[in-house]
């Protein structure tokens, strides 16, 4: 198996970008309840079309309540030997509670899948982990993980992090996206929040990694459209830390909702006033105050605008994030019946798993969806 | 010797069927090319006077003139160039310092003419500007490290400012041209056309004339090594503070204003004496390195308040990106960079033609700096240096510039021709004179008018091929480097640049 598989090969093609049309749906119950993996496989099949068999995947909140408090890690890799360098690495920062490969259903339609395994770990004391250069006032266990991931898939060969929350999963591949979430047996899951993408990349070829969701922490991100601003955005992250090791409209996207609404502590209410910031024109318009807060936010932000086409889903334990760019230029529809929220590139997804929802909207441009799981306890 | 010290560039040639004799050349040629004849009854040119301005071709009524270059004078020779045997003639005879004037106009590589910008197919849309919003609105001034956003039960509220800010509706503003280097009415119609259009212009070294105080609000002051005009009122009534270091037509070297031109009206702006020599030294005496800079800075800080932005203009030199970051840890709230084609009313030609790097260079290194030690947001970037079109300008934002300045262009839309004679205090269209025969051909609120077509036509071309890039707000553009493929370079050139070859996909 070659690691292009799982990995991009940036040293055939240094700083490549992969743009790439998509579908996304997402399903979330708002109370908190469970319900398993067909209703999202249901839903992203009918949107079959919007995809090429080159990604599918799905990203799932509330799957490990035995590990709940634990950093849940899927790590692709290439072969044993990978898996040995990333487990000796793994083990001198984590302390392994439970490991395993990932239950799959063989099926002809995914070929060549990489081994992928599920780890449960507990971070050993970070401060003697970082002897040297430790900013100890303001280093945290979430930027220690960060930090861990990022540089792992950046140097350790053969192996890709795919997945690093906490009681949350993310299952991708190269298929179609039913095809992905049979092949994940993601009917034997249950989570209150399921997201996924259906990919239509428009110049590479497939490779694992390099599939969606893409997941830092607990975010998860599915997006469709090719931003216009990756360049801008890219330089913007990549000045405060974050260097952009896959070249996806996604990929920057994550690292734009870490930088904001973990980093800068910043309330996801306030993030379509910089993502899809309004125009000037609608700002001119608002009360003083929030004319003062929202031209600042854009003044303040504008490596963070994103331009040109998206519709986001951003999945968290703690909520469902819709946002789609401030002139709409990607569909997006959003259902609700009782406790369940849903977002979707088209209806009939909606429809096909909730055939009579209590309301449908088409969300305005760079007005968010947002949908909060209630605390249970 | 019999050296002939005054060989013509021109050859005036005029059409004797055409010509009226009405001597509306002669009236208009400051530099006595033509006389009339009353005993012939004929006008008569000596095209050894002839600048190349195309002053009197472009209003002479009949259309007799036409001004061409004239052919080589020497023996073809591709090392000792004409202008080379003609210097050493005149400085053989002078022992005097070859003075020119605007930008260089040797033939170094153009980098702008070596990029080519972007646009959307298929896989995401092109954005029709006649049909959805394009935002091309600009900031200048320095971002904070964080804000303080309080939540309410109403909503959010900011806790914490900004800092100060130019709001600019188009991402142009005009260079530093002192009055005195120029004349009131091309200064009127600068301030005027900035005024009118939602931009700023600049003083530059030259102090703020008593009838454009009234455009103050869109005035960028400039401190200059000679501290010509600074005054209290001069700092706290601008909209911002330029700290002039250097001149990308002369690093190194500071302006001069010979006293003849020092008027009545420049002694009282300048407040200098009437007629004197106003020569800046060469470096600010009170700053002699960097922490210099931070005090000057600071105290022009402490002068406005903290209510205005104050920057710091220097030269593209070799060492740019090391110095723009010291400039911006100094406490600057934008860096304005001057590459080494930008204009001039003066300065030596061995200066002006051989010191300093190419603007695109500078800009694409200062930008790559500043973000790599994470300090790009703490000022704005604007560059100057030989802006000649919207083309231009839409690769320095995607280079990395919060916006540009225009001097030479600005000056083109007032009639200059480029003669580069400027230094001379003759100019023909009233721009570079202070001979009140001369400046009353500049009407400013023609001149306005023409300025603010400028802005309106480049910032239409800006907001076309924003579009076309699939782009609605300027600042997606900005440092947006993947937009731009070079061509026809070398691998360390595009290096510097950060841009890919033509050719090469994402």
Redesign the interface.
Known sequence: MSISLIKNKKSDYP???????CAVFGVLNESGSCFDGRTIIDGIEMMHDRSNGLGGGFAAYGIYPQYKNDWAFHILYDDSDARNRMEDILKKSFAVLYFEELPTKRSPAIENPPMIFRYFLKLKDIYSLYERNVPVDNFSEDDFIVDFVLKMNARVSGAYIISSGKNMGIFKGVGFPEDIGHYFRLDEYKGYLWTSHGRFP??SVGWWGGAHPFGLLNFSIVHN????????N???V????YECSL?TDTEVITYLFDLLARK?N??I??LNMILA?P???RIEEMPE??R??AS?????Y??A?????FSIIAGHNDFMYALND??K?RPMVAARKNDYLYVSSEESAIIKVCPQPDIVWRPQGGIPVIGRVKKKD | MPLKLNQSEFVVERDLNKCISCEVCVRQCSNDAHEYDADDKTVLSEASKCVGCHRCESLCPTEAITIRKKAAEFKDNSNWQQAHIKNIYKQAETGGVLLTGMGSDKPHTVYWDHILFNAAQVTNPSIDPLREPMEIKTFIGAKPEKLEIEKNDSGFKLKSKLGPHLELSTPILFSAMSYGSISLNACKSLASAAYSFGTFYNTGEGGMHKDLQHFAKNTIVQVASGRFGVNRQYLRSAAAVEIKIGQGAKPGIGGHLPGEKVTADISSTRMIPEGSDAISPAPHHDIYSIEDLAQLIYAIKEATDYLKPVGVKVSAVHNIAPIASGIVRAGADFVAIDGFRGGTGAAPQAIRDNVGIPIELALAAVDTRLREEGIRHKAAIIIAGSIRSSSDIIKAIALGADAVYIGTAALIALGCHLCQKCYTGKCNWGIATQDPYLTKRLNPSIGTKRLSGLLRAWSHEIKEMLGGAGINAIESLRGNREHLRGINLSEIELSILGIKHAGQAW
């Open positions: 700083g490549y970008r992969v743009p790439s049309g428009t110049n459209g090719e931003i216009s601003s990756y360049g801008r890219q330089r913007y990549a000045s405060l830390g070249s800068k910043m309330d209410e306030l910031a125009l000037w024109e105050d929030d003062e807060l600042t936010l854009r003044i303040m504008g490596g605008l994103i331009n040109g086409p401030r002139i230029l």
